[in-house]
């Protein structure tokens, strides 16, 4: 069985990442959907918030998994038996940072491989940061997050102002 990893702070998940998933979710037999804790970001959703979000977004996907954890990915990776990480690429800027990351994953964990799947056009601009920038201006957000958790987007939004 083929299992790929793919790691991410989804804070919030986006359509996006959306894409990546189910695009991934058709190549691999199956995709563990990590949510990683990362020490410098200071998220607006929990830890916990994440993973509930990642999974109601793809409960019609019957290969995905979602999981999270605040280990090293490439240990974690062989934790899990994954063979692969996928990596979803907006721009150039996004190439450099990952495929240092991806070589000192390979360093780690030598059976380990990056797979880079680029976003489709219609999402190359998306990022979270700038969804949640776009929220404080009540911006419609239905062009970048998922329908089903904007409401909790909303709330969240709503909770920190």
């Not at 934790?79 to 990596?87: A, D, H, Q, T």
């Not at 491989?113 to 419609?140: C, I, N, P, R, W």
Request: net charge negative.
């Amino acid at each position: 069985m083929k299992i790929a990893i793919y790691p991410g702070s989804f804070d919030p998940v986006t359509i996006g990442h959306l894409n990546i998933i189910q695009r991934a979710a058709t190549i691999f037999d199956k995709l563990i959907v990590c949510v990683m804790v990362n020490a410098g970001k200071n998220p607006m959703f929990t830890l916990e918030e994440r993973v509930d979000l990642i999974r109601r977004v793809t409960d019609d996907l019957p290969n995905v998994e979602v999981d999270s954890s605040s280990e090293l990915l490439a240990d974690y990776a062989r934790r899990r038996g994954s063979c692969v990480i996928v990596k979803g690429l907006r721009a150039g800027s996004d190439f450099e940072n990952e495929f240092q990351m991806a070589l000192i994953n390979k360093k780690i964990n030598p059976e380990l491989d990056t797979m880079f799947l680029t976003a489709e056009s219609q999402y190359m601009y998306l990022s979270s940061s700038m969804v949640k920038e776009l929220g404080h201006y009540g911006v419609d957000l239905s062009d970048f997050l998922p329908e089903k958790i904007i409401p909790d987007f909303q709330n969240k939004l709503g909770n920190r102002a």
